[in-house]
């Protein structure tokens, strides 16, 4: 009776939405491809939660342009026995978004962006340990969904992303030393996304 009331509310309510945007996003992410050449992503993580902000503007009902930045909770990949591991990563980027029929219930969308991210690692058995981290160009992020009307000003849906990067500095402390610089034996690296995105036209 609830989604059906949901889904009741008068069409007139759905004035297709201009101006500021601000969306929250829930997802699960998978990551694919390598650090390094020699070193998989999945040796570092299997996967994470990020916790993703959206803030632009509706140019036009149909156009959206803004940036984002998201924090990833990691799930540890490989790590010795006993020892203590933990990672995230920090995305940060613009994107456009195209609506193809943003004046009614149900609005599909699909998006293009770039950004930039930061991967970050570290292995520790009590005191003694070594930290990492890896940045690089985000080059492409393609994302797509469908928004549902819920209430006026507030739309709801699944959405789905994938980002293409390449990490190319990097810097590491700890007992086995420290260095920073330039990677040398680059290699790219995806993460799929998958979630919920809400967004709400003040």
């Known amino acids: 009776m609830a989604v059906a009331a949901l889904l009741a509310f008068p069409i007139a309510a759905m004035a297709a939405p201009t101006g500021l945007e601000i969306a929250v996003r829930s997802a699960y992410a998978v990551p694919l491809g390598d650090v390094v050449s020699d070193l998989g992503i999945r040796d570092v993580t299997t996967g994470g939660i990020p916790l993703w902000i959206d803030v632009g503007y509706r140019f036009t009902p149909k156009l959206y342009a803004g940036l984002y930045g998201s924090y990833g909770f990691l799930f540890t990949g490989t790590c010795g026995a ?17 609506h193809l029929t943003p004046d009614t219930r149900f609005d599909p969308w699909f998006g293009i962006g770039i950004g930039y991210e930061w991967l970050s690692y570290s292995e520790f058995r009590g005191a003694a340990g070594q930290e990492a ?15 549902v009307a819920v209430a006026p000003g507030l739309r709801l849906g699944p959405f789905a992303a994938v980002s293409l990067g390449t990490y190319r500095d990097g810097s590491t402390s700890g007992i086995l030393g420290a260095s920073s610089g330039s990677l040398t034996a680059t290699s790219p690296h995806l993460w799929l996304t998958f979630g919920l995105r809400a967004a709400f036209n003040p």
Not at 136 to 147: A, I, P
Request: proline share 0%; hydrophobic share 35%.
């Open 82 to 98: 006993g020892d203590d591991c933990s990672q995230h990563n920090v995305r940060v980027g613009g994107n456009l978004q195209f």
């Open 133 to 147: 981290m890896v940045r690089g160009l985000e080059s492409l992020m393609l994302q797509g969904g469908v928004h």
